[in-house]
């Protein structure tokens, strides 16, 4: 009965490079939500996917973020050319549907230098 | 979605219950109130929800005030893994996206 998967459990970058996170849904669900935690603060909304839709990408950022989620495979969150600021803990949840409950991978520690 | 208001920290000895309140006055009818925590950086936890009812389950129980405004999340015998952040979350019927704030931080003592 696994759970959210997220992989790689942490990412070291230097500066200009890309990032890819990877994210597989729990077994069943097709929805997939991206959040992003900066040192010391809350938890935000990045970016809502269904399989191969994304349905509401308000919260992500207006360059270098992009996200999908294909019809085969895992959800992938990619930061082009990442900057020092994007050193953060990127977490992805699932849910069976749109408006459910959403369960937490344990996240991904991106660290920037 | 409606916001919350929680004490920033609260204590607790363990094997006693603990007591987190949260305040959401500006609730709609349509709006579930939940319960998520975060246990030193890990991913959130799921822990609980509620519309109107008080709720149950293995993790905690949930008591929401007949007008809606505020809400409990009870641990019934803490343990020093329930040392965590806790956060109560307004989302409506509608809303796929958390809303999380800075939470409760419960330390929950030996």
């Known amino acids: 009965n696994a759970g959210v998967m997220q992989n790689p459990r942490h990412l070291v970058r230097r500066r200009g490079q890309e990032a890819r996170l990877r994210c597989s849904p729990m077994?069943?669900?097709?929805?997939v939500y991206w959040y992003r935690q900066l040192p010391e603060e809350g938890l935000k909304f990045m970016v809502y996917?269904?399989?191969?839709?994304?349905?509401?990408e308000s919260g992500m950022p207006k360059e270098r973020f992009s996200a999908e989620f294909p019809k085969e495979g895992p959800s992938i969150l990619r930061i082009q050319q990442v900057v020092r600021g994007d050193s953060a803990a990127y977490f992805c949840?699932?849910?069976?549907?749109?408006?459910?409950?959403?369960?937490f991978g344990p996240g991904t520690r991106l660290l920037v230098l | 979605d409606a916001k919350t208001t929680q004490p920033p920290s609260m204590d607790c000895a363990e094997g006693r219950a603990a007591n987190l309140p949260c305040n959401h006055s500006?609730?709609?009818?349509?709006?579930?109130v939940y319960w998520y925590r975060q246990i030193h950086s890990q991913g959130p936890q799921y822990i609980i929800h509620?519309?109107?009812n008080n709720e149950t389950n293995e993790m905690a129980s949930l008591i929401i005030t007949e007008d809606r405004k505020s809400s409990t999340l009870i641990l019934p015998h803490a343990t020093l893994r329930d040392t965590a952040v806790y956060y109560c979350?307004?989302?409506?019927?509608?809303?796929?996206?958390?809303?999380f704030g800075k939470g409760t931080k419960l330390t929950v003592n030996p």
């Open positions: 979350i307004v989302r409506s019927r509608g809303s796929e996206k958390l809303v």
């Open positions: 949840a699932s849910s069976f549907q749109g408006r459910e409950t959403q369960y």
């Open positions: 077994k069943g669900h097709s929805h």
């Open positions: 509620g519309l109107k």
């Open positions: 500006t609730i709609s009818g349509n709006e579930y």
């Open positions: 996917l269904q399989k191969e839709n994304i349905i509401d």
